[in-house]
């Protein structure tokens, strides 16, 4: 690598005193990494990237920093997705920039347009979402590897994900309300006028829990708000759809709660929920399967991947040999072959996007065909699904997923470090140092 390095260097030391016709392209190269180059032209592109659509608030210096710390940790990460030989499909990359056209809701075709009057090639914007994604799947697979959570770290955060879970549901749902409003004179504003309403509406809400009066009957004979000759009744609304000062005191909702009195829009108000409905609580499932895992490697392409693992299915299929044993045999993912593969019950979302959808699809009993994540290729067999209680699932996913985040942001910032520790980076133009 270093005597590839040091040509490079020479070939970028005798631009500098070749004449000045020939200097042009070579005096393009802005940084050297490892045995790739940072040109000039994907510097500019990138500028422009990101400043696409947004104001930009950086100084030229401030800009170019941003860039080059960019593309260099780009090139790192090209590098470790050629190693590990992780590829984005081509219809995966057109589908993100559909999604990114549909966003603005615009056709493709217009967006194109809308990309050149910007001075952006889309062949140029369609590789930087390539590396884009493959910047994503190796940072992804690097991490998998390298955040391991305990089940009981998770016990201390499933209390704020309680939180979340239930402001959600606060937030979805539908609240049919009654209300009093005791308003005071218009022509009397005086603080001893104020402090008679609050009194009296201390005293309605007493006799309600009392039962010398119902909420309804109240609200017929004291409040000053609308619908109160209903009753107080209002329609059905969600949080967002309520006055501010009633969403504002709607906390921990049950249906007969009554909150209040509270000040707000120069009167006292009494609510009471009437009817309350919830939004089903979100599904969550967990499954159990065994897998068998061959990476590729400079020996073992793809195709030859491929092949080996649709002969090992054959021969489970065909009974020559267990699931377990092949498993053993074969594996590659030491942690599990030990075990014959087995993966366990877990939840769907931890594992890689592919290998979900695979294990969400197969039916139990089913072993898959051949499939590709970013750890290599895979056959995986469900051995049983099962419904959990779907709040407290979802808790856990929420836990589990900050958690996971706090972790994964430490982990990468050192793997990070240490990728660029043990690279050759070498800055050519010194706008970009």
Known sequence: MKKKISLLIGIIICAIIAPVGYTKSINSIIAVVNNDVILQSEANTL???????????????ELNKLVINQLIMQKLMLEQAK????????????????QIASS??????????????????????????????????????????????????????????KATLNNEIY???????????????????????????????????????NKKI????AAKKYSTGPYAQSGGNWDWMKLDEMPTIFAQNISSPYVGKIIGPFWGAGAYNIIKIKQLKTPPSPKAQEINSEHILIKTSIVLDDNAARTKLEEIRKNILSK????????????????????????????????????????????????SQPFKTTFGWHIVKVLGKRDLS?????????????LYDKKASEQYTMWARKIKAGAYIKIINKDYE
Do not use: C, H
């Open 104 to 161: 603005q809701n615009l056709t493709l075709n217009q967006f194109k347009t809308l990309l050149a009057k910007q001075g952006l090639n889309y062949d140029s914007f369609k590789d930087f979402q390539k590396n884009q994604m493959l910047s994503a799947e190796v940072r992804n697979a690097s991490l998998q590897q390298m955040v391991i959570i305990n089940p009981n770290e998770l016990k201390p955060l499933e209390k704020s994900a």
């Open 320 to 367: 020559k040999e267990s699931f377990s044993d092949a498993a053993k045999l074969y594996s590659q993912d030491t942690q599990s072959a030990i075990r014959g593969g087995t993966l366990g019950w877990q939840k769907p979302e931890i594992f890689a996007p592919a290998f979900k959808d695979t294990i969400e699809k197969l039916k139990v009993g089913e072993i």
């Open 171 to 209: 937030k979805n749902s539908s609240y049919q309300i009654q209300y009093i409003q005791l308003r005071a004179d218009s022509n009397d504003d005086s603080q001893t006028q104020n402090q008679a309403e609050k009194q009296k509406a201390y005293k309605i809400l007493n006799d309600i829990k």
């Open 47 to 61: 500028k422009k990237l990101m400043t696409f659509g947004r104001p930009n608030n950086l100084s030229k210096k």
């Open 214 to 217: 119902t909420f309804s009957q």
């Open 83 to 98: 190693r590990f030989n992780i590829n984005i499909p081509d219809e995966a990359i057109n589908q993100r920039i559909n």
């Open 390 to 402: 779907s709040k407290q699932a979802y808790v856990e996913k929420v836990a589990y997923a900050k």
